[in-house]
């Protein structure tokens, strides 16, 4: 408010005191004379600079902010949209990632699982045969225990009568040595065979 009050006494001065910045030889512009024409090509001057400024290049400022602002305002709309779509493929990618890692547990579970009852029946296999290989054994063993003395008493009826006949140089009946084998076997059958 101040200065426009200011302003205005400033401008009233120079039309009351005409002589204040003038000199007398020349300058036309502070010659009151010629004020009225100054202000009229002024006011035309201005004036239509104003309806330049204000019908031609402001629009096209003005729509070159608008086109400015809309296009920003579409770059967010995308960038938002770009980011909201990024957001769930990462969301896709983490479910994928989760689903592919508990199948692979699974996978594993399942190939563990196989692999441990393969090796169970595998282990029950080997134990089956090795019990039955033990009966096997034990069997040949029982039934060697059984006819070896039967075997031991016949090698050594056929030793003693060729040892016999060695010493004395004719041979001997060998029902006789049969007969003294078998009687000292029958004594000695609990303290070797366990029977």
Do not use: C
Request: charged letters at 35%; proline letters at 2%.
């Amino acid at each position: 408010m101040v200065k426009k009050i200011s302003f205005h006494l400033i401008l009233f001065s120079f039309l009351y005191y005409s002589k204040a910045f003038a000199s007398d030889e020349g300058m036309p512009q502070l010659n009151p004379e010629f004020w009225i024409s100054q202000i009229f090509w002024l006011t035309l001057v201005f004036g239509s600079l104003y309806i330049l400024l204000s019908k031609l290049i402001l629009p096209k400022i003005s729509d070159n902010l608008e086109a400015r602002k809309s296009k920003i305002a579409e770059n967010v709309e995308d960038a938002e949209k770009k980011r909201k779509e990024s957001d769930q493929k990462l969301q896709e990618y983490e479910k994928t990632i989760n689903n592919a890692k508990s199948e692979a547990k699974n996978i594993f579970n399942k190939a563990r699982e196989k692999i441990l009852r393969d090796i169970n029946k595998k282990k029950e296999d080997i134990e089956k045969e090795i019990n039955e290989e033990v009966k096997k054994t034990e069997k040949e063993i029982s039934d060697l225990k059984k006819n070896s003395p039967d075997k031991i008493n016949k090698i050594a009826i056929e030793a003693s009568a060729e040892i016999v006949k060695q010493i004395i140089g004719s041979e001997v009946n060998s029902s006789n040595i049969s007969a003294i084998v078998e009687d000292i076997s029958k004594k000695s059958k609990g303290k070797y065979y366990g029977n």
